[in-house]
């Protein structure tokens, strides 16, 4: 028998991922891209098991892509595409918090307590994976 041990990190999806970047004024330096990573994850697997709180940082660390710097390597660019998600290094990147351009108070504090944004050098980049699906939410 085996044990289903799939999180739900809740990634945001490619069309979320444009919608923030919409939202984001400036954009990260050289070859560097900015991500999302969503504040709350599952603590229960699919399978039913309680994930307690010190054991997340055994989790992968998976963030969506939401701005890319200027690349010198256009292959990485092709690569590093908004939307995709990307897993990096426990220590990896800067935590930050862009200016918004939003005239709904209700929706700018719901994105900022709902998201962390980390600007992340691409040699700290271990895996790049394709777009969360729309109908996975």
């Given at each position: ?59 992968p660390k998976k963030a969506t892509i939401v701005l890319q710097g200027r690349f010198e390597d256009s292959e990485m660019a092709n690569l590093l595409d908004i939307g995709n998600v ?52």
């Amino acid at each position: 028998t085996t044990i289903d041990m799939n999180i739900d990190l809740k990634l945001v999806t490619k069309s979320q991922a444009n919608e923030l970047r919409g939202y984001i004024l400036g954009v990260p330096t050289d070859d560097r891209i900015l991500v999302v990573v969503p504040k709350k994850a599952d603590n229960v697997t699919s399978s039913g098991i309680i994930i307690p709180d010190t054991s997340k940082e055994d989790l992968p660390k998976k963030a969506t892509i939401v701005l890319q710097g200027r690349f010198e390597d256009s292959e990485m660019a092709n690569l590093l595409d908004i939307g995709n998600v990307i897993t990096y290094g426990l220590y990896a990147g800067k935590e930050v918090e862009p200016m918004l351009n939003i005239s709904n108070p209700i929706r700018k504090r719901e994105i900022l307590e709902n998201y962390t944004f980390r600007v992340i050098s691409c040699n700290e980049i271990i895996f790049v994976e394709p777009p969360v699906e729309e109908n996975n939410l």
